[in-house]
């Protein structure tokens, strides 16, 4: 055999193999055919040719001992034929017209015991095959997704008597560990646990639901990325954005994407950011009634707040300050809730915004603003919108949202005030301004108090 046919004899033998034992179902397969259907997961088509120039099993397997198969040879071999082998006398087959119409068991098990194709080989072979999925789809087949109303719950043990140590809300991930009776073992978060399978999905069924529950981010690597209004680097630029700010991606092209930041949609070259896809994880049982005790507390202090707050309007004359802004006056924090909080940054409606700018009288941005807001109630945040996701507790919802709450955007944040609305340091061109909270898609809401 020349090295042509050398290369790649296993993965012809282990076609052949696999084409007689579709005879015995009685399936013709002819040596001049195409039997890229026996294998049509490789997505290859394999012929056997020229039945005059063919050689014994023993040759064969000699031959096949002997060759270096190597995955090189292979990797541009997306949807075309791979080497053509020739494979014949082999004893036990009887051949009607040049074809293979029969084939017993033990010429099979000869096969079978003769050629084998390592897994790696196996896995290159796939590769080049092509799947038709990223590197990171393929990663998601190892997601599970609950596909719920609500909830499932994640318990200690594969069965409905095992304590329950976590949440997986509807649309939550965790990452399969393995499958036992019906349940899936997962890691999501903190919680480590099973969920019923039946009310999520994994492997090929879990690629596209990810991509419909997960958020596409694009984090900055650059200290001030320029977004454009069009793809190209000598389009206006829309607006501009600090280094590991986080962008809600909405499309994307060949060396751009599309983002969405305070100013509108605009695109940004993929050379300045990181990809990747967020999901939101599981909720352990101690994280769920911490949660839930700060939002109680967080209640009964916005209650407090509102009893003391006509005393507190009939002294304020005594709690006023002097701004640096032409006289313009502002009240000084008064307590440590939310809606003191709220309060506060309302005051400051109508000032300017600046690109970097921390001073809620001269200039600021809108992680400046919420950073400097609560600098005066004691509280160290970062100037960085993405790290403001973070920071406090998680609040699950803008239903749940209470005055004080930071309201994280892609790009952007700013402070809840209640009735469905934020203060928030908007654009150069609004300044300072009061919103609608749910004007764009809210990413995360945080309690400080």
């Not at 004893?91 to 015991?113: F, Q």
């Not at 390592?118 to 799947?131: F, P, Q, V, W």
């Not at 032409?326 to 307590?335: N, V």
Request: glycine share 10%; aromatic share 6%.
């Amino acid at each position: 055999m020349n090295r042509k046919n050398v290369t790649n004899v296993k993965i012809a033998a282990c076609a052949m193999a696999a084409a007689i034992s579709f005879t015995g179902l009685g399936m013709d397969v002819h040596a001049t055919g195409n039997i890229g259907s026996v294998l049509p997961s490789a997505g290859i088509d394999y012929s056997m040719q020229d039945a005059k120039k063919s050689t014994s099993l023993s040759a064969l397997k000699e031959e096949s001992d002997k060759a270096d198969v190597k995955s090189e040879e292979i990797k541009n071999a997306e949807g075309a034929t791979v080497g053509s082998v020739q494979v014949g006398g082999f004893s036990d087959l009887a051949s009607t017209n040049g074809g293979i119409s029969t084939a017993s068991t033990s010429s099979t098990k000869k096969i079978e015991d003769t050629i084998v194709v390592s897994e790696g080989y196996t896995k290159d072979l796939k590769n080049a095959a092509g799947s038709g999925l990223t590197d990171e789809e393929e990663s998601f087949k190892n997601l599970v997704i609950a596909k719920v109303n609500d909830y499932v719950n994640v318990r200690d043990c594969a069965s409905e008597d095992g304590s329950i140590v976590g949440k997986l809300y509807n649309k939550s991930v965790g990452t399969y560990l393995e499958e036992e009776n019906g349940w899936y073992k997962i890691s999501s978060g903190s919680v480590e646990g099973y969920v019923k399978a039946e009310y999520c999905v994994t492997g090929e069924d879990a690629v596209e639901y990810a991509k419909e529950v997960g958020t596409r981010i694009a984090t900055v690597t650059t200290t001030t990325l320029k977004v454009r209004e069009q793809p190209g680097m000598d389009e206006t630029v829309l607006g501009l954005v600090p280094i590991d700010d986080e962008l809600i991606v909405t499309e994307e092209l060949d060396g751009w994407v599309k983002v969405n930041i305070e100013e509108g949609d605009g695109y940004v070259s993929t050379d300045y950011v990181t990809l990747s896809t967020e999901f939101v994880k599981a909720e352990s049982i101690a994280e769920e009634e911490a949660r839930l005790a700060k939002e109680e507390a967080a209640r009964k202090a916005a209650k407090e707040a509102a009893a003391k707050k006509t005393a507190e309007n009939a002294s304020s004359s005594s709690s006023k300050e002097k701004a640096t802004d032409g006289g313009k006056t502002y009240a000084s924090p008064t307590g440590s809730t939310g809606a003191d909080v709220a309060q506060f940054a309302l005051q400051f409606v109508g000032n300017p915004y600046v690109y970097g700018g921390s001073s809620l009288t001269n200039g600021t941005d809108c992680s400046g603003f919420v950073m400097s807001v609560y600098n005066n109630f004691g509280v160290s945040l970062p100037h960085s919108s993405a790290a403001d996701r973070s920071v406090g507790a998680t609040v699950n919802g803008l239903e749940n949202a209470q005055a004080g709450d930071i309201i994280c955007y892609s790009g952007h944040v700013g402070i809840y005030i209640g009735n469905g609305q934020i203060v928030h340091a908007s654009t150069a061109k609004t300044g300072i301004i009061v919103s609608n909270a749910s004007y764009r898609s809210i990413l995360s809401i945080r309690r400080i108090f």
